[in-house]
Protein backbone atom coordinates (compact mmCIF):
# COMPACT_ATOMS: atom_id res chain seq x y z
CA UNK A 1 0.00 0.00 0.00
CA UNK A 2 1.00 3.47 -0.59
CA UNK A 3 0.51 7.27 0.43
CA UNK A 4 1.09 10.58 -0.31
CA UNK A 5 0.59 13.51 1.95
CA UNK A 6 1.41 16.90 1.13
CA UNK A 7 2.19 18.91 3.75
CA UNK A 8 0.64 22.52 2.91
CA UNK A 9 -2.43 23.17 1.22
CA UNK A 10 -1.90 26.22 0.49
CA UNK A 11 1.41 28.29 -0.53
CA UNK A 12 1.58 31.96 -1.48
CA UNK A 13 4.59 33.21 -2.96
CA UNK A 14 5.63 36.91 -5.31
CA UNK A 15 5.99 36.79 -8.53
CA UNK A 16 10.13 36.12 -8.88
CA UNK A 17 10.63 34.37 -5.65
CA UNK A 18 11.30 30.72 -5.05
CA UNK A 19 8.60 28.31 -4.96
CA UNK A 20 8.74 24.91 -2.48
CA UNK A 21 5.66 22.58 -2.60
CA UNK A 22 6.32 19.69 -0.34
CA UNK A 23 5.34 16.38 -0.19
CA UNK A 24 6.04 12.85 1.61
CA UNK A 25 5.18 9.21 0.74
CA UNK A 26 5.08 6.43 2.40
CA UNK A 27 5.23 2.90 0.35
CA UNK A 28 5.89 -0.78 0.49
CA UNK A 29 7.57 -0.56 -2.53
CA UNK A 30 10.22 1.04 -4.59
CA UNK A 31 7.78 3.95 -5.29
CA UNK A 32 7.33 6.02 -8.42
CA UNK A 33 6.53 9.30 -8.10
CA UNK A 34 4.88 12.27 -10.12
CA UNK A 35 4.17 15.95 -9.55
CA UNK A 36 1.08 17.01 -11.81
CA UNK A 37 -0.50 20.73 -12.03
CA UNK A 38 -3.95 21.25 -12.63
CA UNK A 39 -5.32 24.97 -13.84
CA UNK A 40 -9.05 26.33 -13.05
CA UNK A 41 -11.26 24.41 -14.92
CA UNK A 42 -8.96 21.75 -16.36
CA UNK A 43 -7.36 18.57 -16.18
CA UNK A 44 -4.21 17.69 -14.98
CA UNK A 45 -0.85 17.32 -16.42
CA UNK A 46 2.19 16.15 -15.87
CA UNK A 47 4.87 18.42 -14.67
CA UNK A 48 7.48 15.53 -13.69
CA UNK A 49 8.11 11.84 -13.07
CA UNK A 50 11.14 10.04 -10.77
CA UNK A 51 11.19 6.26 -11.93
CA UNK A 52 14.36 5.00 -10.11
CA UNK A 53 16.50 6.85 -12.20
CA UNK A 54 18.62 10.04 -11.09
CA UNK A 55 17.02 11.56 -8.08
CA UNK A 56 16.82 14.84 -9.18
CA UNK A 57 13.94 15.18 -11.56
CA UNK A 58 13.71 18.75 -14.32
CA UNK A 59 9.90 18.55 -15.24
CA UNK A 60 8.26 21.30 -17.54
CA UNK A 61 8.42 24.88 -16.98
CA UNK A 62 11.45 25.28 -15.07
CA UNK A 63 10.14 22.86 -12.11
CA UNK A 64 12.37 20.21 -10.58
CA UNK A 65 11.94 17.82 -7.66
CA UNK A 66 14.30 15.89 -5.67
CA UNK A 67 13.79 12.28 -4.59
CA UNK A 68 14.96 11.65 -1.10
CA UNK A 69 14.46 8.16 0.08
CA UNK A 70 16.57 8.91 3.89
CA UNK A 71 13.72 11.53 4.24
CA UNK A 72 10.83 9.99 1.97
CA UNK A 73 10.15 12.95 0.28
CA UNK A 74 9.63 14.83 -2.96
CA UNK A 75 9.92 18.24 -2.78
CA UNK A 76 8.56 20.18 -6.18
CA UNK A 77 10.90 23.44 -6.13
CA UNK A 78 11.14 26.20 -9.00
CA UNK A 79 13.60 28.94 -8.72
CA UNK A 80 11.53 32.19 -9.79
CA UNK A 81 7.71 32.17 -9.96
CA UNK A 82 5.29 33.31 -12.98
CA UNK A 83 2.24 34.22 -12.00
CA UNK A 84 0.81 31.66 -14.75
CA UNK A 85 2.09 29.12 -12.09
CA UNK A 86 -0.92 29.59 -9.66
CA UNK A 87 -2.31 26.35 -9.93
CA UNK A 88 -3.40 22.95 -7.89
CA UNK A 89 -0.28 20.65 -7.71
CA UNK A 90 -0.54 17.20 -6.77
CA UNK A 91 2.21 14.88 -5.99
CA UNK A 92 1.29 11.18 -6.56
CA UNK A 93 2.74 7.80 -5.86
CA UNK A 94 2.50 4.26 -7.45
CA UNK A 95 4.01 1.14 -6.36
CA UNK A 96 6.70 -0.48 -8.43
CA UNK A 97 5.18 -1.83 -11.84
CA UNK A 98 1.91 -0.38 -10.71
CA UNK A 99 -0.39 1.58 -12.80
CA UNK A 100 -2.68 2.69 -9.89
CA UNK A 101 -2.03 6.45 -8.60
CA UNK A 102 -2.72 7.43 -5.10
CA UNK A 103 -2.83 11.26 -5.05
CA UNK A 104 -2.31 13.94 -2.16
CA UNK A 105 -4.88 16.34 -1.27
CA UNK A 106 -3.45 18.95 -3.58
CA UNK A 107 -1.38 22.28 -2.77
CA UNK A 108 -3.10 25.12 -3.79
CA UNK A 109 -0.54 27.91 -5.00
CA UNK A 110 -0.96 31.40 -5.49
CA UNK A 111 1.37 33.84 -6.82
CA UNK A 112 1.35 37.61 -5.95
CA UNK A 113 2.35 40.32 -8.43
CA UNK B 1 -6.30 18.87 -31.18
CA UNK B 2 -7.56 17.47 -27.84
CA UNK B 3 -5.84 14.47 -26.95
CA UNK B 4 -8.60 13.33 -24.07
CA UNK B 5 -11.92 14.93 -24.73
CA UNK B 6 -14.67 14.12 -22.54
CA UNK B 7 -18.63 15.42 -23.30
CA UNK B 8 -20.10 17.06 -21.50
CA UNK B 9 -17.91 19.44 -19.85
CA UNK B 10 -20.61 20.51 -17.45
CA UNK B 11 -24.07 18.56 -16.07
CA UNK B 12 -26.77 19.96 -14.02
CA UNK B 13 -29.44 17.32 -13.43
CA UNK B 14 -31.77 15.93 -10.55
CA UNK B 15 -31.85 13.51 -8.46
CA UNK B 16 -32.73 10.20 -9.53
CA UNK B 17 -31.95 10.57 -13.20
CA UNK B 18 -29.42 8.48 -14.96
CA UNK B 19 -27.16 10.52 -17.50
CA UNK B 20 -23.65 9.39 -18.80
CA UNK B 21 -20.07 11.05 -19.72
CA UNK B 22 -18.61 9.95 -22.96
CA UNK B 23 -14.73 9.67 -23.11
CA UNK B 24 -12.76 9.99 -26.20
CA UNK B 25 -8.72 9.69 -26.67
CA UNK B 26 -6.91 10.30 -29.83
CA UNK B 27 -3.55 9.10 -28.99
CA UNK B 28 -3.86 5.35 -29.50
CA UNK B 29 -3.29 5.02 -25.66
CA UNK B 30 -4.62 1.00 -24.58
CA UNK B 31 -5.27 1.92 -21.22
CA UNK B 32 -8.12 4.42 -19.58
CA UNK B 33 -9.52 5.72 -16.29
CA UNK B 34 -12.09 7.56 -14.22
CA UNK B 35 -11.68 9.52 -11.83
CA UNK B 36 -13.76 11.49 -9.38
CA UNK B 37 -12.41 14.65 -7.95
CA UNK B 38 -15.03 15.86 -4.92
CA UNK B 39 -15.28 19.24 -3.46
CA UNK B 40 -11.40 19.16 -1.34
CA UNK B 41 -9.89 18.48 -4.88
CA UNK B 42 -9.12 15.12 -3.75
CA UNK B 43 -8.61 12.55 -6.68
CA UNK B 44 -9.85 9.00 -6.48
CA UNK B 45 -9.51 6.34 -9.13
CA UNK B 46 -13.00 4.40 -10.23
CA UNK B 47 -12.17 2.65 -12.99
CA UNK B 48 -9.71 1.31 -15.38
CA UNK B 49 -9.70 -0.10 -18.71
CA UNK B 50 -7.19 -1.89 -20.88
CA UNK B 51 -7.79 -2.89 -24.68
CA UNK B 52 -11.49 -2.92 -23.86
CA UNK B 53 -10.99 -5.48 -20.31
CA UNK B 54 -11.64 -4.08 -16.85
CA UNK B 55 -8.46 -4.16 -15.26
CA UNK B 56 -9.42 -1.79 -11.99
CA UNK B 57 -12.81 -1.50 -10.54
CA UNK B 58 -12.52 0.67 -6.96
CA UNK B 59 -15.34 0.52 -4.32
CA UNK B 60 -17.97 2.13 -6.24
CA UNK B 61 -21.22 2.23 -6.21
CA UNK B 62 -22.86 -0.38 -8.61
CA UNK B 63 -24.87 2.53 -9.92
CA UNK B 64 -21.75 3.29 -11.69
CA UNK B 65 -21.34 1.25 -15.03
CA UNK B 66 -18.11 2.05 -17.54
CA UNK B 67 -18.54 0.78 -20.75
CA UNK B 68 -15.72 0.69 -23.36
CA UNK B 69 -17.05 0.45 -26.99
CA UNK B 70 -13.29 0.38 -28.55
CA UNK B 71 -10.19 0.84 -26.76
CA UNK B 72 -10.05 4.18 -27.86
CA UNK B 73 -13.37 5.48 -25.79
CA UNK B 74 -14.74 4.57 -22.19
CA UNK B 75 -17.94 5.88 -21.25
CA UNK B 76 -19.68 6.44 -17.57
CA UNK B 77 -22.60 5.74 -16.93
CA UNK B 78 -24.69 6.96 -13.60
CA UNK B 79 -27.88 5.10 -12.83
CA UNK B 80 -30.38 7.12 -9.86
CA UNK B 81 -28.24 10.11 -9.41
CA UNK B 82 -27.53 11.02 -5.41
CA UNK B 83 -26.08 14.47 -4.26
CA UNK B 84 -23.38 13.05 -3.18
CA UNK B 85 -22.47 12.17 -7.12
CA UNK B 86 -21.78 15.84 -7.24
CA UNK B 87 -17.89 15.92 -7.85
CA UNK B 88 -15.69 16.44 -11.15
CA UNK B 89 -15.14 13.42 -12.95
CA UNK B 90 -11.94 13.17 -15.02
CA UNK B 91 -11.27 10.43 -18.04
CA UNK B 92 -7.17 9.55 -18.67
CA UNK B 93 -5.65 7.23 -20.59
CA UNK B 94 -2.02 5.75 -20.90
CA UNK B 95 0.14 3.94 -23.38
CA UNK B 96 0.75 1.08 -20.88
CA UNK B 97 0.44 0.35 -17.52
CA UNK B 98 3.11 1.14 -15.87
CA UNK B 99 4.91 4.08 -13.97
CA UNK B 100 6.50 4.61 -17.17
CA UNK B 101 3.66 5.60 -19.28
CA UNK B 102 2.19 8.80 -17.52
CA UNK B 103 -1.23 9.45 -17.72
CA UNK B 104 -2.94 12.19 -19.82
CA UNK B 105 -6.18 13.62 -18.43
CA UNK B 106 -9.13 14.87 -20.16
CA UNK B 107 -10.84 18.57 -18.82
CA UNK B 108 -13.40 17.04 -16.57
CA UNK B 109 -17.33 16.90 -16.77
CA UNK B 110 -18.93 18.81 -13.48
CA UNK B 111 -21.36 17.06 -12.42
CA UNK B 112 -23.62 19.03 -10.16
CA UNK B 113 -26.91 17.10 -8.66
CA UNK B 114 -29.95 19.24 -8.04
Known amino acids: AQSVTQLDSHVSVSEGTPVLLRCNYS??????LFWYVQHPNKGLQLLLK??????LVKGINGFEAEFKKSETSFHLTKPSAHMSDAAEYFCVVTGAGSYQLTFGKGTKLSVIP | DTAVSQTPKYLVTQMGNDKSIKCEQNLGHDTMYWYKQDSKKFLKIMFS???????INETVPNRFSPKSPDKAHLNLHINSLELGDSAVYFC?????????????FGDGTRLSIL
Open chain 1, 27 to 32: SSYSPS
Open chain 2, 49 to 55: YNNKELI
Open chain 1, 50 to 55: YTSAAT
Open chain 2, 92 to 104: ASSQGQGPESPQH
